[in-house]
C-alpha cells in the first residue's frame, strides 16, 4: 500500500514545477482604452473634424477682421469639443464601471466550495 506522504510529496513538487492549475484572470480593459474605443466612433471622429474646421474658421475670423465685434468666433469650436469629451469621458467612465461589477461578480460566481464525498 502506497502511503499518503509520497503522494503529497509528488502533489507539492508537481505544483512548485507546473504551478498552480487555475485560469488566468483576463486582464481588465484601462479606462484609456475605453476612452479611445470611444474615440473610434464614426460619429465622434466626424465631430472632432467638425470641431477643427469650426474653430480654424474661427480663429481666423478672429485674427482677420477690424471691427469692433468681440472676437468669440473660436468658442463654436471649443463647444464642440467639450461636448466630445464630455460624452467619450461619461461613456468610458460608465463602461469601466460595468466591467469592474461585471468581474466582481463573476469572481462571486467563481468562488464556491465543492463538496466531495
Partial sequence: ???YDVHDNQFC???KVFGENKVPPIKQTSLLELML???ADKTMIML???ACVSLAIGIYQDTT???D???V???EGCAILVAVLIVVLVGSINDYNKEKRFRKLNEKKEDRMVKVN
Fill in 69 to 71: 465685434e468681440p472676437k
Fill in 1 to 3: 500500500m502506497i502511503s
Fill in 73 to 75: 468666433h473660436w468658442v
Fill in 37 to 39: 474605443s470611444a474615440l
Fill in 13 to 15: 513538487v508537481r505544483k
Fill in 48 to 50: 472632432c473634424i467638425a
Fill in 65 to 67: 477682421s477690424d471691427t
